[in-house]
């Protein structure tokens, strides 16, 4: 499981913003359709097809049930990675925290067998249960249902960072570590852990393991025969391959182990079986002719339980409560590793949609989804015609956005990347696109919010604000006191990043969600009061005799410091084989034959176009990842019009007070071999494939930096050139606001010249026209002894 994920990087699927070989076609697999819902399907068909590869979704499925049958169900995608498996009706997802219905619904059973009274304090039934509880009222099990117990949100063990699959006794009993967030019955907070208690509930009172009641008692009567509480037997051949990604890095393949909060959001199931559970919903808690709940019960369960203060419930035992175009709704959401789900009913209209996706977090885009399905059945239902999607499209010339924009004490910043553009506002990063006349929010974890152009220049309507753009001036650094905590902390499967911003401190956790943090003491920072899954909680710090953080206790689940970045000015990998050898080998190979056009090649020295261009050839000395000059001098060339480019930037940035420090331009084919053969090959996507050829090798790639003019320094970026980690990446969040500020400096200059930027590495860029050029073999001696030789197509 845990040990595919070794290097998370090296099972990259796709960048944000570029869609690879996931979905190469468009494939649907019809379990069966009822003849009068085709046409429902037709426009479910339609949308999937266009919407699919733009929201990197490798396999969706859907489940339709009109009051007393299931009216069709459909597969689209590939239940694998690869793309080669398409997906069908017994492909199975993790469903998350739709689980916890199922565990709620256990519960309910043993209310109406009179064996559980739900308004008793839950030690009526866990004696050893005793979290810290400052308040005199008592945890219900009512309230644990409901998300009113206080509860913290993850239990200190088998959270949902915990990949060692803890028991289910471990996990709860974890719980008397922590303390109640509020008064039970205050207000509704969110919690895995209240229903992780739950689940051991049904375990003490029933006499049955968890896993055992929830088969026998809960599914098997439904005939959920393709469900599961556990990764094993058939769930393991049916169960769709899962993509993880993030706002800045590489996708990768979800890891699959079983959550010490299993009642919560463990089980795995197929949206065939999910519309089973709708039919007897509908039924009265009847599948069948099998009463699997009274329906008086399970009418208690769809009832509302209002928090003190609340206007309207917003869940009832377990389900969600809610409306859509005025019809009440019931429901859940489900977000596990690379799954999402959307599970809802209406139940005085007795329709209902399951829909579940192997993308992680794609909540926003299953909910769309799922509404939209329940429109049209009521569309159906009433012979009215059928609401149409609203589609959206890439926006041009993305760059005019681009910007931090301000109103009154709120900020949201709009950034671009690879001509898609993104809005950063609040707790997430989302993509906007152009839908009519104005901007929408439209992307996997959100849509709808408008952005419309202000009356003024430089302002944006949105959110019921006007928003103003500001100056694009350099920012402060993060204070001193601050420095060292940040960096990231965690796992290769789930790492939480810790960054400077706006001069304050923020959390990036569960690889999407952006927390800003307020410090309480020098240690202890608070997640937001109000909204966001760690509401309330706090992130404590410890520091070693340096001041630097070794590890986070984020709301109870402790995270130690990754090593990511603690390498210093030069970072350096152990070679596969001695340098001397690779050389040899690499000198007696010979680079790849061509046969496209190219171009004539001309390389000249950067520095000859101007003076304030400066070099730092690492690989003329040993300060470089393999501690070896690779060269035997120190130049750097590139081809003519690329090297005029270059040299404009220079110049625009002078007038900033920064000039350019060049670190590599030309590299000769055989050094790209000897990167190659020598670096492990977890470090693959930093060196190129002498196989492909280099950007480099072809005269039109530039790794450089910057350099502040009045004191000759480099500008401190996030990561060191040549660092071998997720710091290099682009759009990683790490650092400070003036570190990434310089950093989108250098992209920008350079991006207005022609160049665009390797999704690896900040600090390489690639001329345009590139693949017009030959590889390029020889050396910087003799290019300089015989210019002409430059023009020698290999």
């Known amino acids: 499981m845990l040990q595919r994920l070794a290097n998370r990087y090296s099972l990259s699927v796709c960048l944000p913003g570029l869609f690879a070989s996931v979905m190469m076609t468009f494939a649907a697999q019809a379990k069966e359709v009822d003849p009068a819902y085709e046409e429902v399907f037709a426009r479910i068909d339609e949308v999937l097809e266009r919407e699919l590869p733009l929201k990197q979704i490798p396999s ?16 689209y995608g590939y239940s694998d990675l690869d793309g080669t498996q398409p997906a069908d009706d017994k492909t199975m997802y993790r469903i998350g925290s739709v689980s916890k219905l199922f565990t709620d619904l256990a519960v309910m059973q043993l209310v109406a067998a009179g064996k559980i009274d739900l308004d008793a304090p839950v030690q009526t039934y866990l004696p050893d249960f005793q979290p810290e509880n400052p308040y005199d009222v008592p945890i219900t099990l009512r309230q644990l249902m409901s998300h009113q117990s206080g509860l913290v949100r993850e239990p200190p063990v088998g959270n949902y960072f915990d990949g060692t699959e803890p028991t289910l006794a471990e996990t709860v009993a974890s719980l008397n570590r922590t303390k109640l967030v509020y008064k039970p019955g205050e207000r509704t907070k969110y919690s895995n852990a209240a229903i992780s208690v739950v689940g051991l509930v049904v375990e003490k009172v029933s006499g049955q393991s968890y896993n055992d009641y929830m088969r026998e008692h809960i599914l098997a009567p439904m005939q959920m025969n393709n469900s599961s509480m556990l990764h094993e037997g058939k769930t393991q051949e049916q169960l769709a391959e899962a993509m993880m990604w993030t706002h800045h890095a590489p996708s990768f393949q979800a890891p699959v182990f079983e959550l010490g909060t299993a009642p919560a959001g463990n089980l795995y199931a197929t949206v065939d079986d999910l519309g089973n559970f709708l039919l ?5 808690g009847s599948y069948q002719g099998q009463q699997v709940l009274p329906a008086e019960t399970l009418a208690t369960m769809l009832g509302g339980n209002k928090a003190a203060g609340e206007d309207d419930p917003l869940f009832g035992i377990g389900f969600k409560l ?58 159906k239902h009433a012979g009215e015609e059928f609401p149409e999607w609203e589609f959206s499209e890439a926006v041009e010339d993305p ?57 003024e220049a430089g302002t944006l309507n949105a959110l019921g604000k006007t928003w103003k753009r500001l100056s694009d001036e350099c920012p402060p650094g993060a204070p001193e006191k601050w420095k060292g905590l940040i960096g990231e902390y965690g796992f290769d499967h789930n790492t939480m990043y810790i960054y400077e911003q706006d001069g304050q401190l923020w959390s990036q956790i569960e690889w999407l969600f952006l927390y800003p943090l307020t410090e309480v003491d ?29 590890e986070a206790n984020a709301a109870n689940i402790v995270l130690k410091r990754r090593p990511v970045g603690d390498v210093g000015d030069v970072f350096t990998v152990e070679p596969t084989r001695p340098v001397d050898e690779l050389r040899q080998l690499a000198l007696a190979a010979q680079p790849p034959k061509e046969t496209r056009p190219t171009r004539t090649a001309n390389l000249v020295p950067l520095t000859k176009y101007d003076d304030g261009i400066k070099l730092d050839i690492r690989y003329a000395t040993k ?68 196989e492909k050829g280099s950007r480099h090798n072809r005269g039109c790639a530039v790794d450089l930096t910057l350099y502040d003019k009045a004191t000759g320094e480099p500008i401190e970026m996030v990561a060191s050139y040549d660092e071998f980690s997720p710091r290099s990446f682009p759009l990683y969040p790490g650092g400070d606001s003036r570190q990434r500020w310089h950093r989108q400096l250098l992209r920008e200059s350079m991006e207005a010249e022609g160049f665009t930027i390797y999704e690896f590495e900040w600090w390489h860029f690639d001329y345009k026209d590139w693949q017009e050029y030959p590889i390029g073999n020889q050396t910087f001696e003799q290019l300089l002894e015989k210019p002409k030789a430059a023009a020698v197509g290999r």
């Not at 859509?324 to 019931?330: E, N, R, V």
Request: with cysteine; glycine share 12%.
């Open 522 to 550: 020098e240690n202890t920072f608070a997640f937001p009061k109000k909204g966001g899954m760690y509401e309330s909680e706090y992130i404590v710090f410890q520091r070693d005799e340096n001041g630097r953080a070794t």
């Open 322 to 379: 809610g409306k859509i175009d005025g019809h009440p709704t019931f429901g859940h959401g489900g977000a596990v590793y690379g799954f999402s789900t959307q599970f809802s009913g209406l139940p005085e209209d007795k329709i209902g949609v399951a829909v579940a996706a192997s993308r992680d977090c794609s909540n926003g885009f299953t909910t769309r989804l799922g509404d939209y399905a329940t429109r049209l059945l009521l569309a």
């Open 60 to 75: 969706i499925s859907v489940c339709l049930v009109d009051g007393d049958k299931i009216v069709g169900s459909k597969a």
């Open 280 to 284: 007897a919903i509908f039924e009265g």
């Open 623 to 690: 300060r470089n990842f393999m501690l070896t000059p690779f060269y035997t001098s120190a130049h750097a060339f590139m081809q003519r019009p690329a090297a005029e480019a270059v040299a404009r930037v220079q110049k625009k940035l002078a007038d900033q007070g920064y000039g350019l420090l060049i670190h590599d331009g030309y590299r000769p084919w055989y050094v790209t071999k000897m990167f190659w053969d020598g670096t492990p090959v977890q470090y693959h996507d930093f060196v190129a494939d002498p």
């Open 399 to 455: 760059k005019q956005y681009v910007g931090s924009y301000q109103s009154g004490d709120d900020k949201l910043e709009i950034e671009e990347f690879n001509g898609r553009l993104y809005v950063r506002q609040g707790f997430s990063r989302n993509e906007l696109r152009q839908a009519d006349d104005h901007l929408v929010v439209d992307n996997v974890m959100s849509y709808g919010t408008k952005y419309e152009i202000g009356p």
